[in-house]
């Protein structure tokens, strides 16, 4: 299994699934952060920016998910303040700039986007900017990798780790799991060459009765992570559950804000009385990122469900399963229209 959305596209793109023997299947797993965002918080963020009027800023894939109603792109397109940004920064400085506006920035993604999220959070504070809070639902790579396993269906024998999540968080947190489930985890860059080496590091322990953590995007990955940014995680946010799209919650999966940083905390700093609302029950979104299900086994692939038309978040994102199949494979091909 691939665990990253950027490698399932990137092995899809440069046509590396075609080349491999059929002894070797590679899964897509569940690490594509716009696609695991349940539902219900979408809708809170277009709550946000209809009914309170704030300056809602988000990156660019996400405006674009269905809520239970509505996306952003639509709430954009009857009035609200939808902004796609590239930094969190950016928001802190539009908050700054419009002192009379409250800005939100929704602040989505793994490990990887979190010390980013954090630091805008510790520059508002610094400069006393209070018109600024974000969204938050980080997600954790290490649990959603138990989820997997834990899984009944699940039929992976070894992973590729995310390497720019391990650039943040080392590899250390991927130890007890090799030892639990005895599956190798390869630490996997996302050029074609990467895979390729990730892909045949794992077939040798794969081939030599073997489970371990190995490296194999050393040139970024240092053991330990970047602690700096792992500081910065640790300053404003703190591990707790989270809900998955498509899955339960997760115990332990995710990052919320700290108490101390609670100003800066959207869903304490806006009273937000929607009703959960269920996930689209035609998107089987939460089978193909644990890997359960090809995309192309969906019923709605490249027919009902398309990137113009997307159904769910996998055919949304730039990180997507469902949108990598659809815009690369010959399966797409086969889809009637
Ligand atoms: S093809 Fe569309 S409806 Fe089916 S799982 Fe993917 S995103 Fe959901």
């Given at each position: 299994m691939e665990v990253c959305g950027g490698q399932t596209h990137s092995l899809e793109k440069n046509g590396i699934l075609n080349l491999l023997p059929a002894t070797i299947q590679m899964i897509h797993g569940p690490g594509c952060p716009v696609c695991v965002t349940p539902v219900s918080l979408i809708d809170k963020a277009v709550y946000l920016a209809m009914e309170y009027n704030v300056i809602l800023c988000s990156f660019g894939d996400m405006i674009r998910v269905p809520g239970s109603g509505m996306s952003l792109l639509e709430a954009k397109a009857r009035g609200a303040d939808v902004r796609i940004l590239y930094s969190p920064l950016e928001a802190v400085k539009i908050a700054k700039e419009n002192p009379d506006r409250e800005v939100v920035f929704f602040a989505v993604g793994f490990e990887t986007t979190a010390p980013a999220n954090a630091l805008s959070v510790i520059h508002a504070h610094?400069?006393?900017?209070?018109?600024?809070?974000i969204l938050a639902s980080h997600v954790l790579v290490?649990?959603?990798?138990?989820?997997?396993?834990?899984?009944?269906?699940s039929?992976?024998?070894?992973?590729?780790?995310?390497?720019?999540?391990?650039?943040?968080?080392?590899?250390?947190?991927?130890?007890?799991?090799?030892?639990?489930y005895k599956v190798p985890i390869v630490i996997t860059g996302f050029e074609p060459v990467d895979l390729l080496e990730g892909i045949l590091m794992t077939v040798k322990q794969l081939e030599a009765g073997e489970a371990q953590v190995e490296n194999q995007y050393s040139r970024i990955v240092k053991t330990e992570g970047n602690l700096k940014a792992q500081e910065i995680i640790y300053e404003v946010f703190e591990v707790t559950d989270r809900l998955w799209r498509g899955m339960e919650i997760i115990p332990m999966s995710g990052y919320k804000v700290k108490e101390a940083y609670s100003d800066y905390d959207a869903e304490k700093k806006f009273s937000i009385n929607i009703e959960e609302a269920p996930e689209n029950p035609e998107c089987i979104a939460g089978d193909v990122m644990k890997g359960i299900k090809k995309p192309f086994e969906c019923q709605h692939f490249g027919k009902k469900c398309k990137p113009t038309n997307p159904l769910g978040a996998p055919m949304v994102s730039s990180e997507g399963a469902c949108a990598a199949y659809y815009h690369y494979s010959a399966y797409a091909e086969q889809v009637p229209s």
């Amino acid at each position: 299994m691939e665990v990253c959305g950027g490698q399932t596209h990137s092995l899809e793109k440069n046509g590396i699934l075609n080349l491999l023997p059929a002894t070797i299947q590679m899964i897509h797993g569940p690490g594509c952060p716009v696609c695991v965002t349940p539902v219900s918080l979408i809708d809170k963020a277009v709550y946000l920016a209809m009914e309170y009027n704030v300056i809602l800023c988000s990156f660019g894939d996400m405006i674009r998910v269905p809520g239970s109603g509505m996306s952003l792109l639509e709430a954009k397109a009857r009035g609200a303040d939808v902004r796609i940004l590239y930094s969190p920064l950016e928001a802190v400085k539009i908050a700054k700039e419009n002192p009379d506006r409250e800005v939100v920035f929704f602040a989505v993604g793994f490990e990887t986007t979190a010390p980013a999220n954090a630091l805008s959070v510790i520059h508002a504070h610094r400069e006393g900017v209070k018109n600024y809070s974000i969204l938050a639902s980080h997600v954790l790579v290490p649990p959603a990798i138990e989820e997997v396993m834990n899984d009944e269906l699940s039929n992976v024998n070894g992973f590729l780790g995310a390497g720019h999540v391990c650039a943040i968080m080392g590899i250390y947190e991927y130890y007890p799991l090799v030892e639990k489930y005895k599956v190798p985890i390869v630490i996997t860059g996302f050029e074609p060459v990467d895979l390729l080496e990730g892909i045949l590091m794992t077939v040798k322990q794969l081939e030599a009765g073997e489970a371990q953590v190995e490296n194999q995007y050393s040139r970024i990955v240092k053991t330990e992570g970047n602690l700096k940014a792992q500081e910065i995680i640790y300053e404003v946010f703190e591990v707790t559950d989270r809900l998955w799209r498509g899955m339960e919650i997760i115990p332990m999966s995710g990052y919320k804000v700290k108490e101390a940083y609670s100003d800066y905390d959207a869903e304490k700093k806006f009273s937000i009385n929607i009703e959960e609302a269920p996930e689209n029950p035609e998107c089987i979104a939460g089978d193909v990122m644990k890997g359960i299900k090809k995309p192309f086994e969906c019923q709605h692939f490249g027919k009902k469900c398309k990137p113009t038309n997307p159904l769910g978040a996998p055919m949304v994102s730039s990180e997507g399963a469902c949108a990598a199949y659809y815009h690369y494979s010959a399966y797409a091909e086969q889809v009637p229209s």
